[in-house]
């Protein structure tokens, strides 16, 4: 008998512990909308519904019941779903942290959102359909944005606020309705595909912190036509701007030391100024820029991978730069270049780059060494060499074979003079 008492007293306390501090889950209804607790000691509620039938609709923070106090953390999914045609803005509190997919959705004469600067996380095709929204402001703690959306709003200009150092991934992927963002002054990095999909998106104005452009973050933008880089920019990833093909021109700043594979491929670029700490230009990273006639290199890059500028059917004319050692494969495939300036530093060469040449330059007295994966099969080349180096050419299993040399004094400046 005393252990049965010692067992229901034990489960007496269990009871009254858990209802001091827990409450079991449970709906609630509050000025015309619905909230949600899941139970447990958190005391977080989540909105659910609304009925409200207002043009301004504030979403309380906090509520207490029965003496206790539960703050409003979520908006859940659909939550405010067409939320009638009489809501005009909504005013989330500053203790939510997160709006979950289609949260908005279809608020048709919404106009404005005002949203908390501690949210972290907004859904899926949160506030698509919504087509009078016009303005957002992105807090700058967000860790996450969902894609879509904007998808189906017809003009939305979004702010992101000031004090954000980076932009999450995917953040405005396929955001259509997007056509202008303004880029806060504190931002250092853009997401991987943070803008990548947005066809109405006509150009963005670059903060003087920046440093780094994602990969693919403006892929498919066909709006482009003209970027300016900032002085503070050093890296342009993979496939940033790929496919932008109206982006006619592009100014680089002196910082710029990377640009990525296939980061301006298919754009409409007519002439290219590269700084001089350029350190790489990636695989096919203007492969396909039809339009390019003029390229102008510094001291760099030390090398330019396979296919950089291949399929530039406007280059014509090409003076590497003094710093490179080495080209890969095909890098100029594809093109009838008329003359071919090759600086003293170029060690390698891969031969596919000489075929279409008719006259080269080359000014170093070390041959350049050339390498292939075929047999050499090269038509004999106008070949103009520094004084003294004929006799280590002819030597060369390379040039020897397909050169016909004319040597010109190193110490004055070199020129091709007229083009046969």
């Not at 892929?219 to 993979?238: Q, R």
């Not at 290219?272 to 230009?281: A, Q, Y």
């Not at 710093?323 to 494969?329: E, R, T």
Request: with cysteine; glycine share 6%; proline share 4%.
């Amino acid at each position: 008998m005393k252990n049965i008492t010692t067992r229901f007293l034990f489960v007496i306390c269990i009871y009254i512990f858990s209802a001091t501090f827990c409450f079991a889950a449970f709906n609630l209804e509050y000025k015309g909308m619905n909230f949600e607790y899941e139970g447990g000691n958190s005391n977080t509620l989540t909105l659910i519904s609304s009925y409200v039938k207002e043009k301004i609709i504030e979403i309380p923070s906090e509520i207490v019941i029965e003496d206790n106090l539960f703050t409003v953390t979520t908006i859940a999914s659909g939550a405010l779903t067409g939320s009638g045609s009489i809501v005009e803005k909504i005013i989330v509190p500053q203790t939510v942290t997160h709006i979950q997919e289609s949260a908005f959705y279809e608020c048709k004469v919404m106009t404005e959102v005002i949203l908390p600067s501690g949210l972290e996380s907004i859904g899926d095709f949160a506030f698509a359909n919504c087509r009078s929204l016009h303005k957002l402001t992105i807090p700058k703690g967000i860790k996450k944005i969902g894609e879509n959306i904007f998808i189906g709003c017809e003009r939305v200009t979004v702010t992101l606020e000031d004090g954000m150092e980076t932009l999450c991934d995917s953040a405005f992927y396929k955001s259509e309705a997007v056509k202008r963002v303004n880029l806060p002054s504190s931002l250092i990095s853009i997401g991987n595909y943070a803008f990548s999909f947005n066809y109405n998106l006509a150009g963005v104005k670059f903060p003087e912190n920046l440093k780094r452009i994602g990969k693919g973050s403006f892929k498919y933008c066909p709006e482009f036509e003209h970027i300016s880089f900032p002085t503070s920019l050093e890296e342009i990833a993979d496939s940033a701007f790929f496919f932008c093909i109206n982006l006619k021109k592009v100014d680089f700043n002196k910082n710029l030391k990377t640009i990525g594979s296939n980061a301006f491929a298919y754009a409409k670029i007519s002439e290219l100024k590269f700084p001089e700490d350029i350190k790489s230009i990636g695989i096919s990273a203007f492969n396909h820029c039809r339009s390019l006639k003029n390229i102008t290199f510094s001291n760099g890059p030390e090398h330019i991978e396979a296919q950089a500028f291949s399929h530039c059917h406007g280059l014509k004319n090409i003076e590497l730069p003094a710093g490179l050692k080495s080209i890969a494969c095909d890098a100029f495939q594809n093109i009838k270049i008329i003359d071919l300036i090759i600086p003293a530093g170029v060690i390698n060469i891969n031969h596919d780059l000489l075929h279409n040449v008719n006259r080269i330059c080359c000014k170093s007295n070390i041959p350049p060494v050339i390498s292939s994966d075929k047999p050499f099969s090269i038509e004999r080349k106008n070949v103009f060499i520094p004084q003294g180096s004929k006799t280590e050419y002819e030597k060369s299993d390379f040039w020897g074979k397909v050169a016909d040399f004319e040597e010109f004094n190193s110490s004055e400046e070199f020129s091709f003079g007229e083009t046969n």
